[in-house]
């Protein structure tokens, strides 16, 4: 990809001549304000300029964290099941070159000029740590992951747009459910193989991405410990894990943000003490809620007592109006936002939606039919040529020209509709 090669150089010329770091980390044609770090202020975010920020931006969810509900999958829900299906469908080998051409085709250079067009500032980038280390093998790392983030990263610097790196499924599991592709349980936190291998992949990135403006900072954890965990005894255990990973990024960058989520789908902050780090976000999340002033009041009093910025990380899948009511109430509260997700099949919920075939709901079907033996596997399998023109397809129709733009939902986010 011309991104990532773009991207490998600069860090050539970063490494060997760090006189030049300044020319390189911003294009010419960048329109964010300032030629530095965005930073914290007391209760504020505030851009390189030295002016408040307030973030208003979308999820890429679904291209480095695929989520089953976004293939209209009904049972294989998390990305080791989806992939599970895709091999019974095809086999590895075809496998493996689907999901290279559906990452190549889902986020693009063009989705990221196109989201700049629209008025947003900022986009979340979810990501497996599956990606960047071999599964298995921990002390293997693998590159897969750095060229997707190198490409997306120098989209955004040459657009414009400010990023935010999002470990979406840690290992061991940070959930326990399927948005971090576990094993039905919070592993990490009782892991200490687990725990190092994300404050390793955290260095990694922040000594990576050290030097680039165009990165906000690091949200270390989506969503930690569902509520129907033993809480008691896993709630205490995030926090200190928050600070050894932010230790390990402090070794190695000291520009970039931290952003933690609080426990429970990133809804409880009561787990945390006083802020530990001078560059520290506070993230929270809400979805089909109401759109009062008491469904954020426990967040904006915990900015005032603490001093710190708050921002929300996800919310979304909802109708137009409750969308826009939403934004609004974070807006008159000076909160950033960030939706979910940009893009997704056959949706009205979302900024682009992906175009559905005759020949995919042939693949749904056989996500959603009974494969519990290898008997009802193969009876239940389409024909190789549905398939092979289900995937063709579903790859052609995700990129953005081939996508329908809901133009009220962009609307309702407050956004340029034409």
């Not at 060997?16 to 530095?36: E, K, Q």
């Not at 469908?89 to 063009?110: H, Q, S």
């Not at 809400?286 to 954020?296: H, N, R």
Request: charged share 25%.
């Amino acid at each position: 990809m011309h991104g990532a090669g773009i991207k490998s150089k600069r860090y050539l010329y970063v490494r060997l001549f760090p006189v030049l770091v300044a020319l390189l980390i911003l294009s010419p044609g960048s329109s964010r304000a300032g030629n530095g770090f965005v930073s914290t202020k007391g209760k504020e975010i505030i851009s390189p300029d030295g002016k408040p920020l307030l973030l208003r931006g979308v999820n890429l969810g679904n291209w480095l964290e695929p989520e089953g509900y976004m293939f209209k999958f009904k049972e294989a829900n998390s990305p080791r099941l989806i992939y599970e299906v895709f091999n019974e469908l095809v086999g590895p080998e075809k496998a493996d070159e689907f999901w290279t051409a559906y990452r190549r085709n889902y986020i693009t250079g063009k989705d990221i000029e196109f989201i700049k067009s629209t008025g947003l500032n900022s986009v979340r980038v979810p990501f497996d740590y599956r990606l960047f280390v071999r599964e298995g093998n921990p002390d293997v790392w693998d590159s897969t992951g750095f060229r997707y983030l190198d490409s997306v990263v120098t989209w955004c610097d040459h657009a414009g747009l400010w990023v935010i790196l999002d470990m979406h499924c840690a290992p061991g599991g940070q959930t326990g459910d399927n948005i971090d592709d576990s094993y039905g349980y919070p592993f990490l936190f009782e892991s200490e193989r687990s725990q190092d291998l994300a404050v390793s992949l955290w260095r990694k990135i922040a000594e990576r991405y050290r030097n680039d403006t165009a990165v906000i900072g690091y949200d270390l954890l989506n969503e930690p410990i569902a509520p129907y965990f033993n809480v008691d005894k896993l709630n205490p255990l995030l926090e200190p894990l928050y600070r050894k990973i932010t230790a390990a990024i402090r070794q190695v960058d000291k520009n970039h943000l931290i952003i933690l989520g609080g426990a429970q789908w990133d809804t409880n902050f009561k787990i945390f003490g006083k802020p530990f780090d001078d560059k520290v976000v506070y993230t929270f999340h809400k979805y089909w809620s109401d759109t009062t002033q008491a469904v954020i009041q426990e967040y904006v009093n915990f900015r005032d007592t603490c001093d710190v910025p708050i921002w929300l990380g996800e919310s979304g899948e909802n109708r137009n109006g409750w969308i826009d009511s939403f934004r609004r109430l974070l807006e008159r509260n000076d909160i950033g936002w960030c939706f979910w997700p940009y893009k997704k099949l056959d949706a009205p919920t979302c900024i682009a939606s992906i175009k559905m075939t005759k020949e995919y709901e042939s693949v749904i079907d056989f996500a959603n039919s009974d494969r519990s033996t290898f008997e009802k596997i193969r009876k239940n399998r389409p024909s190789s040529g549905v398939v092979e023109s289900a995937l063709e397809d579903y790859i052609n129709n995700c990129t953005l020209s081939n996508c329908t733009i809901n133009y009220g939902y962009l609307e309702a986010l407050g956004l340029k509709v034409r």
